[in-house]
T-cell receptor, first 118, second 111 residues
Framework: EAGVAQSPRYKIIEKRQSVAFWCNPI?????LYWYQQILGQGPKLLIQ????????DSQLPKDRFSAERLKGVDSTLKIQPAKLEDSAVYLC????????????????FGEGSRLTVL | GEDVEQSLFLSVREGDSSVINCTYT??????LYWYKQEPGAGLQLLTY?????DMKQDQRLTVLLNKKDKHLSLRIADTQTGDSAIYFC???????????FGQGTTLQVKP
């Protein structure tokens, strides 16, 4: 079974530039997450989708970050304009969770996209 | 609120047992998890425990849950150098199902 795919793996940009990350979840997984992991810290949730609807985006800095999940499959996360403090690994994860169905809630993670903002 | 706390660093000798501790705050959490992260890689699920259990054993891994104190621990028996990694504790939010992670414990295994 293919895992969660993310691209690009690495990106270096200057502050005020824009960047986009792409994620393809495991086939059939209804829920998709974007987490931000700053060096030395645990992952912090940015946004959670169920199918193509947003469940939680309370921690997403909406003045510069945006995310979409068209057709309830692939997702893109965009940062515009980037700041120095956005340097981090952006992790995409997916799970089987659907409303009304009890599951273990296990998240499957991609390898992440490492962003360096200079 | 939702918060997960872990100690930052643990060093053990190969063959010893390792115990990594975690505290959480959301009493409505249904599942609690331990993830492992190796350098340059994503997070890999090691094990999980349902909130109505107090212990779960899986080969070299033992998870203990004290729901009253909101304390979770992961014991690795016969620790090997390949166990060197960062270990994250996570709780599942009772509201949205999202996972809330601790800051990670770096496990260093000395030969």
């Amino acid at each position: 079974e293919a895992g969660v795919a993310q691209s690009p793996r690495y990106k270096i940009i200057e502050k005020r530039q824009s960047v986009a990350f792409w994620c393809n979840p495991i086939s059939g997984h209804a829920t998709l997450y974007w987490y931000q992991q700053i060096l030395g810290q645990g992952p912090k949730l940015l946004i959670q989708f169920q199918n193509n609807g947003v469940v939680d985006d309370s921690q997403l800095p909406k003045d510069r970050f945006s995310a979409e999940r068209l057709k309830g499959v692939d997702s893109t996360l965009k940062i515009q304009p980037a700041k120095l403090e956005d340097s981090a690994v952006y992790l995409c994860a997916s799970s089987l969770d659907v409303a009304g169905v009890v599951s273990t809630g296990e998240l499957f993670f991609g390898e992440g996209s490492r962003l360096t903002v200079l | 609120g939702e918060d997960v706390e872990q100690s930052l660093f643990l060093s053990v000798r190969e063959g010893d047992s390792s115990v990594i501790n975690c505290t959480y705050t959301d009493s409505s959490s249904t599942y609690l998890y331990w993830y492992k992260q190796e350098p340059g890689a994503g997070l890999q699920l090691l094990t999980y425990i349902f909130s109505n259990m107090d212990m779960k054993q899986d080969q070299r891994l033992t998870v203990l849950l004290n729901k009253k104190d909101k304390h979770l621990s992961l014991r690795i028996a016969d620790t090997q150098t390949g166990d060197s990694a960062i270990y994250f504790c996570a709780e599942r939010s009772g509201n949205t199902g999202k996972l809330i992670f601790g800051q990670g414990t770096t496990l260093q295994v000395k030969p």
